[in-house]
């Protein structure tokens, strides 16, 4: 399932269409997915200036 424009929670059928749904988000397998379930928190530190061609 993909929810565009919408908040996250609309993929459980809150104020939306459908019966509620679970996906893979947490360990145990229940939950909504959003894009910061599948990143990682990555720092840089940049002297100078950064180009990115």
């Known amino acids: 399932m993909f ?3 919408g908040p996250n929670i609309a993929g459980l059928g809150s104020e939306g ?3 509620t749904s679970f996906s893979i988000a947490s360990p ?3 939950g909504l997915t ?3 379930t599948f990143s990682r928190v990555r ?3 940049v002297v100078g200036a950064l ?3």
């Open 3 to 5: 929810v565009a424009n």
């Open 17 to 19: 269409e459908g019966y």
């Open 28 to 30: 145990t397998g229940e």
């Open 34 to 36: 959003r894009p910061r």
């Open 43 to 45: 720092r840089v530190s």
């Open 51 to 53: 180009r990115i061609v």
